[in-house]
């Protein structure tokens, strides 16, 4: 469905035989779709030992959001969640920390990790993948 005006002419008959013309004019508006743009870690390589990552993305609406750091054998290392309208969940541009911890508060090896990014909201669904390299 394209957004805009519409107009229309329509034509029907009474019982009778009678024409019956009727103009219509119909405001047509799609509903939007969510999308996660501009997302980038920096600074990449990074190292945990004295700089954090900055996971960094925009929302084109308010969303709940969940990232999650997997190490490239797919072991989930950490993983948050944040409400719709909050950072991280907010319209716009979104900044969150990763101190380069794993959920037990060690700091990971040194390697390739994979951060994903996951945005619903009544909308839809949006995902992003960023590589990160950790480096000490």
Do not use: M
Not at 108 to 121: D, F, K
């Amino acid at each position: 469905v394209c957004n805009g005006k519409k107009e229309g002419k329509y034509e029907s008959y009474y019982p009778n035989g009678n024409l019956h013309v009727t103009q219509n004019n119909i405001t047509v508006l799609s509903q939007p779709n969510l999308t996660l743009d501009r997302y980038l870690v920096g600074p990449n390589p990074f190292n945990p030992n004295n700089e954090v990552a900055h996971i960094q993305f925009q929302l084109s609406e308010s969303a709940n959001t969940c990232i999650s750091i997997y190490s490239l054998n797919g072991k989930s290392l950490w993983r948050n969640s944040f409400l719709e309208n909050e950072e991280g969940g907010r319209t716009g541009f979104n900044n969150i920390l990763w101190s380069g911890k794993d959920s037990f508060g060690s700091l990971v090896p040194n390697g390739p990790y994979i951060a994903y990014i996951v945005a619903t909201n009544s909308h839809g669904k949006a995902v992003a993948k960023i590589k990160i390299l950790v480096l000490k």
